[in-house]
């Protein structure tokens, strides 16, 4: 198989069946608010096991509203990762509260619950918990439920990396990502890096009721048409705006995109793993590239391939000469110069996370990205370290 020059961090997949879902819609009566919204929200429910899915504007949206909904006030202060995009912090602070970073494990790149508890410890005012799905690993769910079952807190989990994946419990019971069965929410993103792409969109997915109906109300501006919670009815034009709400809807033309992308989710899923493994397999013996830790007992779905390596920017810069675009992930969250100036974080506050920041580069992969091509990246990375 041939290779394609350039070769990206990540793409995405368009078939003809997606541009047809698409025109399908364009064509028809509605564009936006109409009925192939709430046919994708049920198909995404009913793949990753929830009781509820709201399909939303973007993942920050849908971090944003989990953020409200969840009642997070001036005050309260929310426990999440340094290594993540800013959107899992900054949703904090657009309802009110307060970010705090817990440093992460050096192998897995996940939040460190041993330090989740140490931090609890010593404050009385963590609402909750925003585990971040690091390249599409997982956190430790179970751990963290207990932790914040024995607090009284909730979980958002930020699995905008790992839609399709599933996980083994303790007891041996298989689940899916999105099922919300050790979280009160689950939230994940559809930018067209992403498993699969509505253009700009995310999802939020849940078990309670409660919670979903507060959404699905504060995704329209705050308001309610239903009469039964009306405080007064006009007539039929008759709506009531009950609380301060947003403009966080997706069109149907993006939700037709996404029902048809995530009929191949787990096509998309399986040739991820194929292309990690085979990253894996290939820098076994290189000294200089360490790979993110891998777990072999779950289907996770692989977002990332992130390796840490001495010289990186010049990794990075060889690299970007034979057109293979790599890219960082992330810059810690605590050192950006507006975490810096409004919470006073400074440089050695998570040794962990800024190492790996110092070495942390993201290879290629996404699904069509051919066996020629990742060899290609493969041998360009292994050359430059034979070279030195």
Same mark, same amino acid.
């Given at each position: 198989?041939?290779?394609?020059?350039? #070769?990206?961090?990540?793409?995405? &997949? %368009?078939?003809?069946?997606?541009? *047809? /879902?698409?025109?399908?819609?364009? !064509?028809?009566?509605?564009?936006?608010?109409?009925?192939?919204?709430?046919?994708?929200?049920?198909?995404?429910?009913?793949?990753?096991?929830?009781?509820?899915?709201?399909?939303?504007?973007?993942?920050?949206?849908?971090?944003?509203?989990?953020?409200?909904?969840?009642?997070?006030?001036?005050?309260?202060?929310?426990?999440?990762?340094?290594?993540?995009?800013?959107?899992?912090?900054?949703?904090?602070?657009?309802?009110?509260?307060?970010?705090?970073?817990?440093?992460?494990?050096?192998?897995?790149?996940?939040?460190?619950?041993?330090?989740?508890?140490?931090?609890?410890?010593?404050?009385?005012?963590?609402?909750?918990?925003?585990?971040?799905?690091?390249?599409?690993?997982?956190?430790?769910?179970?751990?963290?439920?207990?932790?914040?079952?024995?607090?009284?807190?909730?979980? #958002?989990?930020?699995?905008?990396? &790992? %839609?399709?994946?599933?996980?083994? *419990? /303790?007891?041996?019971?298989?689940? !899916?990502?999105?099922?919300?069965?050790?979280?009160?929410?689950?939230?994940?993103?559809?930018?067209?890096?992403?498993?699969?792409?509505?253009?700009?969109?995310?999802?939020?997915?849940?078990?309670?009721?409660?919670?979903?109906?507060?959404?699905?109300?504060?995704?329209?501006?705050?308001?309610?048409?239903?009469?039964?919670?009306?405080?007064?009815?006009?007539?039929?034009?008759?709506?009531?705006?009950?609380?301060?709400?947003?403009?966080?809807?997706?069109?149907?033309?993006?939700?037709?995109?996404?029902?048809?992308?995530?009929?191949?989710?787990?096509?998309?899923?399986?040739?991820?793993?194929?292309?990690?493994?085979?990253?894996?397999?290939?820098?076994?013996?290189?000294?200089?590239?360490?790979?993110?830790?891998?777990?072999?007992?779950?289907?996770?779905?692989?977002?990332?391939?992130?390796?840490?390596?001495?010289?990186?920017?010049?990794?990075?810069?060889?690299?970007?000469?034979?057109?293979?675009?790599?890219?960082?992930?992330?810059?810690?969250?605590?050192?950006?110069?507006?975490?810096?100036?409004?919470?006073?974080?400074?440089?050695?506050?998570?040794?962990?996370?800024?190492?790996?920041?110092?070495?942390?580069?993201?290879?290629?992969?996404?699904?069509?990205?051919?066996?020629?091509?990742?060899?290609?990246?493969?041998?360009?990375?292994?050359?430059?370290?034979?070279?030195?």
């Amino acid at each position: 198989m041939s290779k394609k020059i350039p #070769i990206n961090y990540g793409r995405q &997949s %368009i078939s003809d069946e997606d541009i *047809d /879902s698409v025109i399908q819609v364009l !064509k028809g009566d509605w564009l936006t608010q109409g009925p192939a919204i709430a046919e994708f929200e049920k198909s995404l429910a009913s793949y990753c096991g929830a009781k509820y899915a709201i399909a939303l504007s973007s993942g920050t949206a849908a971090l944003h509203l989990s953020a409200l909904a969840l009642k997070v006030g001036p005050g309260q202060e929310v426990i999440t990762s340094p290594i993540t995009f800013a959107a899992s912090s900054n949703a904090v602070i657009y309802a009110g509260g307060v970010p705090v970073f817990c440093d992460i494990e050096a192998e897995s790149l996940i939040i460190d619950n041993g330090q989740v508890k140490t931090m609890l410890e010593r404050s009385n005012i963590v609402s909750g918990l925003i585990p971040v799905h690091m390249g599409g690993a997982l956190p430790d769910l179970e751990g963290l439920s207990a932790i914040a079952r024995e607090k009284g807190l909730w979980i #958002i989990e930020d699995a905008c990396h &790992s %839609i399709g994946g599933t996980w083994q *419990d /303790s007891l041996g019971v298989w689940h !899916k990502v999105g099922d919300c069965s050790h979280s009160d929410i689950t939230v994940f993103s559809f930018h067209p890096v992403k498993h699969i792409t509505t253009g700009e969109g995310g999802a939020i997915l849940t078990n309670d009721k409660n919670l979903f109906e507060q959404i699905m109300e504060l995704r329209t501006h705050g308001i309610t048409k239903d009469p039964s919670k009306m405080l007064e009815n006009h007539g039929g034009w008759y709506y009531e705006m009950q609380q301060l709400g947003y403009n966080y809807r997706i069109t149907d033309i993006q939700a037709a995109l996404g029902q048809s992308q995530l009929a191949r989710s787990d096509e998309w899923v399986g040739r991820r793993l194929e292309l990690v493994r085979a990253y894996d397999e290939a820098f076994v013996d290189c000294s200089d590239v360490i790979h993110q830790e891998h777990t072999k007992e779950n289907r996770l779905s692989y977002h990332l391939y992130i390796i840490r390596v001495q010289n990186r920017k010049d990794l990075y810069e060889h690299l970007r000469s034979l057109q293979i675009y790599t890219q960082v992930h992330y810059i810690p969250v605590p050192l950006q110069p507006y975490y810096r100036e409004k919470f006073g974080y400074e440089g050695g506050e998570f040794p962990v996370a800024e190492k790996y920041y110092e070495e942390a580069l993201s290879l290629p992969l996404f699904p069509s990205l051919t066996d020629s091509e990742q060899n290609y990246v493969i041998s360009s990375v292994l050359e430059f370290y034979e070279s030195k």
